[in-house]
C-alpha cells in the first residue's frame, strides 16, 4: 500500500484515549442480544421483520445451507473504544458455536488486523480455530495491506486465488465471489476494483445461468455511500453491470462498521457491523474512525450476520446480530467467513 493511502487511513483514525470507557465496563456489554432483522430475498427483492420475532418463526429451520458473515475485526487495535478486540471476536465465535445448526463455513469481509502484523494475524488466526464452522473466506481490508502491499494476507488467506486475492467458489448452487477493492485507494480512500480484476469478474459471471443466485463480497462497499469519507468504491458501476442479468443478487461488505441496506433492482446491498467497534453514521462526524459509545450502547453497534439460504425458494434471509444478551434463531442458516 501506498503512503498516500496510509495517510489516508491514518487521517480517518481518532484518538479516543480519553472517552472514559473502561476495560470491565466494555466487556461487561459483550453478552450477545436478540434484537436486529431478518432479510428474505426472493428474486432480489427483500422482506423483513425484527430478529426479536423470530423466536416464532422456523429460523432457517428447512435452509439448505447457512453461512456467517464476520467483519472487521481489527485484531490489534487497543484504544479505549475497544481496549480488547480480541475479546469481542471470541464473543463473536462463541455465539456462533451456541448455534443449534453449525454453519458450513464464515465469510470475513476483511481488515483482519489492525496494521497487518504477523503477530495480530496469528492472534486471529488461533481464536479462528475454536469456531464450529472450519470453512473460513476471507477478502482483505485495507488495514491487511499497510506494510506490504498484502503480501502476508495473500500468504495466510489467499493461496490459489487471482491477483491480489479475488477468487470465486460454489455452494449448493449458489456461486460466491470475493473480491478486492483496498489495493489502490482512490482519491478520498474510495475503494477500487481496476481493470484486471474486472475483467477476471467478468469473465467468471459468463456462461452461468441467469437463474443463479450470486453473492459478492468484498470489503469496501460497492455502492457509493458517502464519498467524502471513501465510503464507496469508483469503479463498482461496471462490476454490477455484470450481475444486473441475474435474477437474485446479494452483496455483502464491510468497512463503515455499521447496517446498511439497499435494494436496486434484483441486486440487494448489505454492510455489516464490525466486531471491534462502531463507527459514527456518514457525515455525523468529522471524520470516519473509531467512535466514543457509552458503555451502555455498545451492544447495539456490535454484532454479526447470519445468513440462511434455501435453494428452493431461491432466497436468503439475512439476520443481524448486535452484541448483547440473548441467542441467534436455531436452524439451518448461511453466515460469512472462510478459510
Known amino acids: 500500500m501506498t503512503d498516500k493511502n496510509k495517510d489516508l487511513i491514518d487521517q480517518n483514525l481518532q484518538d479516543l484515549n480519553n472517552d472514559g470507557i473502561d476495560r470491565r465496563g466494555f466487556l461487561k456489554c459483550m453478552a450477545w442480544a436478540g434484537t436486529g432483522l431478518v432479510w428474505t430475498m426472493s428474486g432480489g427483492i427483500p422482506s423483513s421483520w425484527a430478529f426479536a420475532k423470530t423466536a416464532h418463526r422456523s429460523g432457517g429451520n428447512g435452509a439448505d445451507f447457512t453461512f456467517v458473515q464476520i467483519s472487521d475485526s481489527h485484531i490489534g487495535f487497543n484504544k479505549p473504544a475497544n481496549p480488547d478486540v480480541t475479546a469481542t471476536l471470541q464473543a463473536a465465535i462463541n455465539k456462533i458455536n451456541a448455534m443449534s445448526r453449525k454453519p458450513d463455513f464464515i465469510i470475513h469481509t476483511g481488515d483482519l488486523s489492525q496494521l497487518s502484523k504477523p503477530s495480530e494475524f496469528d492472534t486471529l488466526d488461533q481464536v479462528l ?5 472450519k470453512q473460513v473466506y476471507f477478502v482483505p481490508g485495507e488495514h491487511d495491506m499497510l506494510s506490504d502491499n498484502g503480501e502476508q494476507y495473500i500468504q495466510r488467506y489467499g493461496k490459489g486465488t487471482k491477483g491480489s486475492g479475488w477468487y470465486s467458489f460454489d455452494q449448493k448452487g449458489v456461486h460466491f465471489v470475493g473480491l478486492v477493492n483496498v489495493a489502490n485507494l482512490k482519491a478520498g480512500g474510495m475503494g477500487s476494483l481496476g481493470h484486471e480484476q474486472l475483467e477476471w469478474l467478468e469473465d467468471d459471471l459468463k456462461g452461468r445461468s441467469a437463474s443463479t443466485p450470486i453473492v459478492l ?18 469503479d463498482s458501476e461496471q462490476a454490477l453491470s455484470y450481475v444486473k442479468r441475474f435474477g437474485s443478487v446479494t452483496v455483502l461488505n464491510g468497512h463503515i462498521h455499521q447496517i446498511m441496506q439497499k435494494v436496486e433492482g434484483k441486486v440487494s446491498f448489505h454492510t455489516a457491523m464490525s466486531t471491534a467497534f462502531p463507527q459514527p453514521a ?24 447470519d445468513v440462511n439460504y434455501l435453494v428452493s425458494g431461491r432466497s436468503l434471509a439475512i439476520v443481524d446480530s448486535p452484541l448483547d444478551s440473548g441467542s441467534l434463531p436455531s436452524g439451518n442458516g448461511g453466515g460469512s467467513g472462510g478459510r
Do not use: N
Open 217 to 234: 463480497f468484498a470489503h469496501i462497499p460497492l455502492w457509493t455511500i458517502y464519498p467524502d469519507w471513501g465510503w464507496g468504491t469508483d
Open 129 to 133: 480455530k475454536g469456531a464450529s464452522a
Open 282 to 305: 456518514p457525515g455525523t462526524a468529522p471524520s470516519a474512525g473509531p467512535m466514543k459509545v457509552p458503555a451502555d450502547q455498545l451492544q447495539r453497534v456490535l454484532g454479526i450476520t
